[in-house]
């Protein structure tokens, strides 16, 4: 009995002691680690540990709260905790200067194994947190963390030779994602290993691998197998860590990352650009399956692979690769493309050269593949050699690239292309700032079709050299784009109403510039009609152009007969010059002004030459009306048989295009140089819409013996002066004289009629031959006619005459009333093949005779 209790007091008094110690050392650790105001409640001892129900302290950066622990002390080089076990901890933390949010290890300390080697000497043999919850600092003020935290240690076997093997896992609830981290450390004589695996939902997340041989060698690996979605994730962390300036919250589901490394330095690194300054080994692939949207950037999917090698600070890319996918871009410098033309999506390669040094300043030659795909057709291409500049300020070099694009249509401001394709060589560069680019060879431009459609004009396939392509952009201004270059070629028809069909060439600079485009160069036609083209399209405007005709002669060939497809078949030039200037615009109609200038003109038309014809004239189209008018209009000569002129006049003339024939002639004035005399007309306006158009002509000086030196009629010759006036009407296009009168000057004039039809006659008949003897010499006082012109072309002439022959009857009275009648067509045709005329008018003369005989009823 005696013996029993000893042993009982035995036990007792080491269990207090034990207590004692472990009250002791708890203590002297907690004052050790800066514990103030230490309190606890129900404390005990139990199962070889001591238990407390709870226990609160302060420390330095804040408080501490524990229920339910259980501290089980050790011996491992000294006193240790064995085990750590509590049922619920609760820290608050406040926010002071020095630890404002950004607080926490820096990311130099968590690549030196002497921080995990501490963390496996200090860890207990098992530690257990059953609920977590901090109150920490971070960056929007105050966070919460709430999880559970497992911990275990095993000792290392020195007989076995195997390491101390920690290990432990983190729960932790971020918002609506579950975290689970787990973390094992090995820890060997002369080197540790460290495995991190981040779950989230329960899915493999990251894998962290690193492996380390003394202080000086670290190997490690980074893998993320397949990102899973992560709602509301980087909202939580981003509370705690600047994610910096890329949208990591963004990130989309499925991103791949396999990164490697190798690095071994000579002396402990201090800081983490320390592992870089020795020699290095980098491996990495980055995946991105789905689409990362970024801010300002667009949509961005593809892979990323990198083989980098190191030593001593100097870098070598030994080999790498990219592919990467752009869509819906939001650059700056795609802004100022027109709506149609929008680019959708960007594709890019790069395959760098291998074994390139990485020095700082030097260039980064690679080949590079840049896809761009749009709406309408839009796609282009850029091929080559490139080089990338990392220095302060990047730069992207082009040293030997080609360019193609294509577009399959386009459509604005009534403009439509089809088909355009585009290839040349580029050189130049681009950097943070904006792109310069240059043409290094000349270029080829094609398109199939290009239509104006306010001017109905179609423009059919056309292929085009480029010289000297440039192309200058701002990338934080979208009307700073600049481009431009000469341009020459041919198209290969061009189809207008007012046109005939044929190959035109082109010679001259286009230029896009403040979203407008611009154009002034020259154009010719197969006709060779030459034209000097300033065309501009502003950006909310309508297109307008100002069309030059440089003097156009007509003694080498006549283009605009060649050109216009409403040329009259029966107009022919062959002498003369015109030139002149018009401006056209636009839109919803087009509008058209300008001057023309027409210079000595000669010509036939129909069947009558002219000479002399000048000019000045003023054009004008607005709402599908032509204006066309000349102050001073002059014809030295006309003959359709019977020469006049010259000719002066003022008029102008107003038609719709659809109606060219029905339009509006405003005279101001007329006057005709007619058989020694003048033919003027009066002021007015015709409407040959109408039915009708009349006017009024005054004759004024037309002498007797220049009209029978033309007129040539068997034995008749006279002199005289005669004045008149002429109502004319237009009849449905035919011209007609109805009750004109044309009287002689005073004191009157001769008339000789002397034929032998006529004496022959009057030898039977006494009357007449008291006429013949009167018309031999005679005085007239009075010549006055009555002039009637019907739409048959027959001129009926009621002829009084008062006058005598001094020399017949002793000069008496003698008064006449003769009727003469004469087809002026035929008179005319007569004088036609009777004259010296040119073989054209011959030609149609003899072709019009035989139409006549041919359909004798026809007028």
Known sequence: MRKTLGGLITVLLLAALGFAASFWWAQRALTQAGVQQVQWQDIGWQAGGLTLDRLSFLLPAGQVDLQQLRLVPGWRDGPRLRVFEVGQAALRVAAT?????????????????????????????????????????????????????????????????????????????????????????????????????????????????SHWRGLNQWQGSLTVPDWPQTEGLYEYLGSWFSLGTLPIASLPPGAQLAVDWDLSTAQPPQQWADWLAGEAAVNAQVALPQAWPIAELGSLAGELQLQLRGQQGRWQLLQGGAQLRLTEPQWPALAGLPGDLQVQQIQLQITPAARTALSKGDALPFGAELRVQGANG???????????????????????????????????????????????????????????????????????????????????????????????????????????????????????????????????????????????GKLGNAAELALDIRFTLPAAQPWRATVGVPPLFFRAGNPLAGTLASWPALLSLSSGQLSGEVQVTGGQQLRLSGDVTLAGVKGIYDRSAFSGLSAPLKLGLHNNVLQLGSSDLQLETLNPGLAMGPLRAAASYQASLDQMAQGRLQLDRAQLKLLGGQISAAPVKLDFAAAEQRMTLELSGLELGTLFEVYPTEGLSGRGTLDGRLPVMLRDGELMIDEGAVAAREPGGVLRYQSDKLQRLAQSNSGMRELAGALENFHYTVLSSQVDYAEDGTLQLGLRLQGSNPNFQQGRQVNLNVNLQENIPALLTSLQLSSQVSDIIQQRVQQRLLEQRLQPNKE
């Not at 094992?184 to 962290?208: F, K, N, W, Y």
């Not at 604005?412 to 560069?429: H, K, W, Y």
């Open 97 to 209: 200067e020095e630890n404002d949010g950004d607080s926490g290890m820096q990311a130099a300390s968590l690549t030196a194994p002497q921080l995990w080697q501490s963390i496996v000497d200090w860890l207990p043999d098992r530690v257990s947190i059953a609920q977590l919850q901090a109150q920490l600092p971070c960056r929007s003020g105050s966070c919460v963390l709430a999880g559970s935290l497992q911990a275990s240690r095993a000792a290392a076997d020195p007989a076995a030779d195997t390491p101390v093997v920690a290990r432990a896992e983190l729960t932790l609830q971020a918002a609506q994602q579950h975290f689970l981290l787990k973390q094992e450390v090995q820890a060997g004589s002369h080197q540790l290993s460290l495995r991190s695996e981040l779950l989230l939902d329960g899915q493999p997340a990251a894998t962290l691998a």
């Open 378 to 520: 839009l796609s282009g291409q850029l091929q080559g050699d490139l080089a990338l500049r990392l220095a302060q300020d990047w730069q992207l070099q082009l040293i030997d690239t080609q360019l193609a694009l294509q577009l399959g249509s386009w459509r604005d401001q009534g403009i439509t292309l089809r088909e355009l394709q585009l290839s040349t060589a580029l050189r130049g560069q681009l950097d943070a700032q904006g792109v310069t680019l240059q043409a290094s060879k000349p270029g080829q431009l094609q398109w199939s079709r290009l239509q104006l459609d306010s001017a109905e004009l179609r423009l059919g396939s056309a292929n085009l050299n480029l010289q000297g392509l440039t192309y200058e952009q701002q990338w934080q201004d979208a009307a700073s784009l600049r481009v431009g270059s000469q341009l020459g070629g041919a198209v290969a028809a061009v189809t207008h109403p007012q046109l005939q069909t044929q190959r035109w060439t082109l010679d001259g600079r286009w230029d896009y510039t403040e979203g407008a485009l611009q154009w002034d």
